[in-house]
């Protein structure tokens, strides 16, 4: 079994108000990459935000990919397709076939927050299929080292 951690996660990149820092960087504690010979387990966020075990016989692809040029962390997708980062850098493609199974647990909405049905909708926990999966590692030449054997 091999552990890898996320990279990172570097707030003075970010630019927004500091009470949102606070929460983004709530969210951003714990998780991981942990790789067994038979699955992927990825998590983000303490409490757990994202919570992905993928069998390894379903990653027909893995790739490293360009550093990001925008200062997004966290996790972010649709149609099969998510990023779970907390940095830019260091980045991991995986490609799924046939597609894992995955689940978000977003942060609750602050009370002081009106939000429409679409919000709440957008919010809720759910379970996502992940086609690809964008991930950033503290290693990524060492974590696809482990992935090919």
């Given at each position: 079994?091999?552990?890898?951690?996320?990279?990172?996660?570097?707030?003075?990149?970010?630019?927004?108000?500091?009470?949102?820092?606070?929460?983004?960087?709530?969210?951003?504690?714990?998780?991981?990459?942990?790789?067994?010979?038979?699955e992927l387990h990825?998590?983000?966020?303490?409490?757990?935000?994202?919570?992905?075990?993928?069998?390894?016989?379903?990653?027909?692809?893995?790739?490293?990919?360009?550093?990001?040029?925008?200062?997004?962390?966290?996790?972010?997708?649709?149609?099969?397709?998510?990023?779970?980062?907390?940095?830019?850098?260091?980045?991991?493609?995986?490609?799924?076939?046939?597609?894992?199974?995955?689940?978000?647990?977003?942060?609750?909405?602050?009370?002081?927050?009106?939000?429409?049905?679409?919000?709440?909708?957008?919010?809720?926990?759910?379970?996502?299929?992940?086609?690809?999966?964008?991930?950033?590692?503290?290693?990524p030449d060492e974590?696809?080292?482990?992935?090919?054997?």
């Open positions: 079994m091999s552990t890898f951690g996320f990279e990172p996660f570097a707030r003075q990149d970010l630019n927004i108000a500091e009470t949102l820092g606070r929460l983004v960087d709530a969210g951003m504690s714990g998780g991981g990459v942990t790789l067994t010979p038979e990825v998590t983000l966020g303490e409490p757990t935000l994202f919570d992905a075990t993928i069998p390894r016989s379903s990653i027909a692809k893995a790739e490293r990919i360009p550093d990001l040029k925008s200062a997004t962390r966290g996790i972010h997708g649709a149609f099969g397709k998510w990023l779970v980062n907390t940095s830019s850098r260091n980045l991991v493609r995986l490609t799924m076939k046939p597609p894992a199974r995955a689940h978000v647990h977003p942060l609750p909405l602050l009370p002081e927050i009106k939000a429409n049905r679409v919000i709440k909708w957008l919010m809720r926990d759910r379970t996502i299929r992940l086609r690809q999966l964008t991930i950033s590692v503290s290693s974590f696809l080292a482990s992935l090919k054997s």
